[in-house]
């Protein structure tokens, strides 16, 4: 989460404090380590209800705001109630709690795991090796969850939270060493994303600030013209196959108008055999292929179809994107893993919001309102999980989603039964005085 927070924040803000950076990390990883030797003492000190009040006030404030919102209730609703059962579990404490609350992140811990040993082994996406030592570390984590010794599952939410302290505080640090070797005039998506090689940036003038909306548009796999839905996941976040064994990935593109529309897309259509598909998955050098770049959205859409969904977005630096797309378009390969349509529009994105949260008035405090946003962390799994197999359009989708809840909360509206009670309880009131006096 603290890659994407600096992103937002901007090198301007974060760059000059790397020190302060260091030592967050340095006292986190201490604290982390802290809590998971109290976890495994009979006698804890960090008692597990602490916590689920954490989980609780966050719950109870997104449960509120789904009772006065009249936009995106079901989503308020549903953020509420996956943060209000694990709390009351973890507070009340029932018979079994700490057993229960052990299978459920075991199980996690195992499937997240395993789904990152096979996706890297398949993909082989660059530093893959690396991705398979993480797995097999989460796998010992979670053979550490379920396993009762020596606390009888006393120590489960305080180990496992110890330890995702450690790897923050760890990621955070080394984070900050590569902030400080960053040259000054470097974005930071570079050290989140690795958008464009830094020999190539050449920061860009004021000629190129224009005033228009970024707009993402997502053609999902399961779109508009095919089959029905037979695997829902699948079809939403990798490949739908349609009734004559097509398989289609969908598409993802970035308008920024009048002269950027970032849309990458192979110059020669791929196999898309279920046989041959499993094969041009690697992200090796011998599935590069020549590219092109789509004209508009436009001529794109009348050439294919309506995109599924756009996303748009006000607060961006758009000096930045368009001396992106200058540098990305350099080169055209495409690679239908490493270098496809929605890793360009996840790079673009990422120069796009550089520096959102930091242009404000008081960055500090955007700071800790992000941090309090649950869409961000969110959004920073979303992103690691696209890092360690490949970005989709489903999975851009909802990144840009969660991204525009972050830096572009939409004021929440007032539902009408909200606001008659509100109307109802000032007349009363007004009653009220007029008979008092």
């Known amino acids: 989460m603290i890659r994407l927070l600096l992103l937002l924040l901007?090198?301007?803000?974060?760059?000059?404090?790397?020190?302060?950076?260091?030592?967050?990390?340095?006292?986190w990883a201490a604290l982390g380590l802290a809590i998971v030797i109290d976890a495994f003492d009979g006698s804890t000190i960090v008692r597990p209800h602490y916590?689920?009040?954490?989980?609780?006030?966050?719950?109870?404030v997104s449960l509120l705001a789904a009772l006065l919102a009249v936009t995106r209730r079901p989503y308020q609703f549903a953020k509420a109630v996956i943060l209000i059962v694990p709390a009351v579990?973890?507070?009340?404490?029932?018979?079994?709690?700490?057993?229960?609350?052990?299978?459920?992140?075991?199980?996690?811990?195992?499937?997240?795991g395993s789904a990152r040993i096979v996706s890297a082994w398949v993909v082989r996406f660059e530093n893959w090796r690396m991705a398979i030592g993480a797995g097999v570390i989460e796998l010992m984590l979670a053979a550490t969850t379920l396993e009762p010794?020596?606390?009888?599952?006393?120590?489960?939410?305080?180990f496992n939270i110890g330890a995702l302290l450690i790897v923050s505080g760890l990621s955070t640090?080394?984070?900050?060493?590569?902030?400080?070797?960053?040259?000054?005039?470097?974005?930071i998506s570079m050290l989140v994303g690795g958008a464009f090689p830094t020999a190539l940036w050449v920061p860009a003038t004021p000629d190129d600030?224009?005033?228009?909306?970024l707009v993402v548009h997502v053609w999902t796999p399961a779109g508009p013209g095919r089959s029905a839905r037979r695997r829902p996941l699948m079809d939403r976040y990798i490949a739908a196959v349609d009734a004559n064994g097509i398989v289609s990935t969908g598409h993802a593109a970035l308008e920024l108008a009048p002269n950027v529309y970032v849309s990458h897309y192979p110059a020669v259509e791929i196999d898309r055999a279920p046989d041959e598909f499993g094969r041009v998955l690697r992200a090796g050098v011998e599935n590069d292929l020549p590219g092109r770049f789509q004209p508009s959205y436009a001529e794109e859409a009348e050439g294919w179809c309506e995109a599924t969904e756009h996303i748009r977005f006000t607060r961006i630096d758009r000096v930045r994107v368009r001396h992106f797309w200058r540098t990305y378009r350099v080169d055209t390969t495409y690679n239908l893993t490493s270098r496809n349509c929605s890793t360009a529009v996840a790079h673009a994105l990422d120069a796009a919001l550089e520096g959102v949260l930091g242009r404000t008035d008081r960055?500090?405090?955007?700071?800790?309102?992000?941090?309090a946003t649950p869409e961000l962390?969110?959004?920073?799994?979303?992103?690691r999980r696209a890092e360690a197999m490949a970005w989709t359009p489903g999975l851009i989708l909802d990144y840009a989603r969660l991204l525009q809840a972050v830096v572009e909360p939409e004021p929440e509206q007032i539902s009408p039964a909200w606001s008659r009670l509100r109307r109802l309880s000032i007349r009363r009131a007004a009653r009220a005085r007029m008979r008092a006096t």
């Open 10 to 27: 901007g090198a301007e803000v974060v760059q000059r404090r790397w020190r302060l950076l260091l030592a967050i990390g340095v006292l």
């Open 51 to 60: 916590f689920g009040y954490l989980l609780l006030l966050e719950g109870i």
């Open 89 to 112: 579990i973890i507070i009340a404490q029932p018979r079994h709690s700490n057993l229960l609350i052990a299978m459920l992140l075991g199980g996690v811990l195992l499937l997240d």
């Open 149 to 158: 010794w020596p606390t009888w599952y006393e120590g489960t939410i305080g």
């Open 173 to 187: 640090t080394l984070l900050a060493n590569r902030l400080r070797r960053l040259p000054p005039d470097a974005p």
């Open 209 to 213: 600030a224009g005033k228009d909306d």
């Open 363 to 371: 960055p500090w405090r955007a700071f800790f309102q992000a941090v």
């Open 377 to 383: 962390w969110v959004a920073s799994v979303l992103r």
